[in-house]
């Protein structure tokens, strides 16, 4: 079992820079791909980007490439997010989720989930 706590989020505005992190308990961290997701208010929960387990392969929504960055850092266990030129509609609560399945983007195939940090972008 994972446990993940997000942070790093916060109320910053337009053009602006955040890194999230989320940081996981558990030996087994380097077993699961691990994906950020999104939730606005009145919204589904919305793919941002997933990492595999090794962090050899990356994949990133379209509404976000270019601007955020996954990564993540075995040894420490921690899987982050790099968010570039913040927009109004980037603001949300981010997640992050844990997956034994890489390249799955659909939030019903990560079996583990962090509480959530929120990211607010004033314009």
């Known amino acids: 079992q994972v446990q993940l706590v997000e942070s790093g989020g916060g109320l910053v505005q337009v053009g602006a820079s955040l890194r999230l992190s989320c940081a996981a308990s558990?030996?087994?961290?380097?077993?699961?791909?691990m994906g950020w997701f999104r939730q606005a208010p009145g919204k589904e929960r919305e793919f941002v980007a997933a990492i595999s387990s090794r962090g050899s392969s990356t994949v990133h929504a379209d509404a976000v490439k270019g601007r955020f960055t996954i990564s993540r850092d075995n040894a420490k266990t921690t899987v982050y997010l790099q968010m570039n030129s913040l927009k109004p509609e980037d603001t949300a609560v981010y997640y992050c989720?844990?997956?034994?399945?890489?390249?799955?983007?659909?939030?019903?195939?990560?079996?583990?989930w962090g509480q959530g940090t929120q990211v607010t972008v004033s314009s």
């Open positions: 558990g030996r087994t961290f380097s077993r699961y791909a």
């Open positions: 989720a844990a997956s034994t399945v890489w390249g799955r983007v659909g939030p019903a195939n990560y079996d583990y």
